[in-house]
Every structure is written in C-alpha cells, then in structure tokens.
C-alpha cells in the first residue's frame, strides 16, 4: 500500500499531500508524531527500529513514531501506530510540537513538524519485528548518560525531543 503525508506549512497548516518516499527524497516540510511512553516508575520505553528500515535502521529511539494519514486525526494516527509498532493501547496526552530537518546517507531527508505524546503504560509490549528490533524500559537519568556517551546509538528526532522537552 503506498503511503502518503500530509505536508504542512510552518504553523502546521496542510498544504497538499504526498506520496511517502517522494517527500523523503524532495525534504519537503510534512506532519509527523513521536509517541513517549512511560511506566509507573517514570522509566521510558524505547525501541531500536527494525534493521529493514529505508533510515534510521538498528537505531534507538522513542516509542513510536510515524505520519498520520491524509484524514485522520493525530491522536487517532499516533495511537493507531503505538498499536501496530508495540502492541500497546493507552490514552495519549499531546505534549509539544517542533520542526527538524536531518539529512541521511541515502539521500533521503525528514524534514517534520513532529508532535510529541506522552502516555502510560506497565506491561511488557508485544512489538511488531517488520518495525521494532528490540525493546528496552530505561530511566530519564540512564537515558541521558547513554546519549551522551554513544549519541551515535539514537535517531536524530529523538535527540532533539530529548533536549527540548525531558531535558536533565
């Protein structure tokens, strides 16, 4: 099935549609979420994305992120992906919003106005191994000390969410 985004102006105002891929290829500006989800004990579920993926791949990263589709609503997309990545349903809260543009060696490039959620959750998930390599609960604290010492090891997008809003 071919995906498509919904691209966006800087005040997140749709401006036309686009096939996947394409707007990747073109780093044109397109609406995105990242989905952070946290147990009882304030500790972040991370994923490592799936080593098939087209970028990023084998990289750490928070619990979910996608695009939404052309129609549906945000929550309804960030809670349909949590669902398909991880095998999680919970209530999401729409934290914050930012734009970041990072270029990759494929010669791809995000160029997103990313909202965050936040949501949470206990159990194990049940991830979907086409998305998610691994799974890893983690403190704020841990979590940070990794990034420091092997930012190599985290998505671009993730770094950025990590400083501007679950800063140390």
Not at 51 to 78: D, M, Q, V
Not at 84 to 109: A, P, R, V
Not at 120 to 130: A, R
């Amino acid at each position: 099935m071919t995906e498509y985004v919904i691209l966006v102006n800087e005040n997140d105002q749709p401006v036309g549609t686009m096939e996947k891929m394409e707007a990747h290829q073109k780093g044109l500006l397109h609406r995105a979420f990242s989905v952070f989800v946290f147990n009882e004990t304030n500790e972040m579920l991370l994923q490592q994305r799936a080593f098939s993926k087209y970028h990023s791949a084998g990289l750490w990263t928070n619990t979910c992120c996608s695009h939404p589709r052309p129609g549906e609503e945000l929550i309804s997309a960030a809670k349909r992906r949590l669902k398909e990545e991880m095998g999680i349903e919970t209530e999401l809260t729409h934290q914050t919003s930012f734009i970041y543009k990072t270029d990759f060696d494929n010669d791809l490039t995000e160029h997103e106005l990313d909202h965050v959620f936040v949501g949470k959750h206990n159990e194990s998930p049940v991830i979907n191994k086409d998305e998610v390599n691994a799974y890893k609960w983690i403190s704020l604290i841990d979590l940070r000390a990794w990034i420091k010492n092997k930012p190599q090891d985290f998505t671009s997008w993730f770094k950025i969410v990590m400083q501007n809003s679950f800063p140390g």
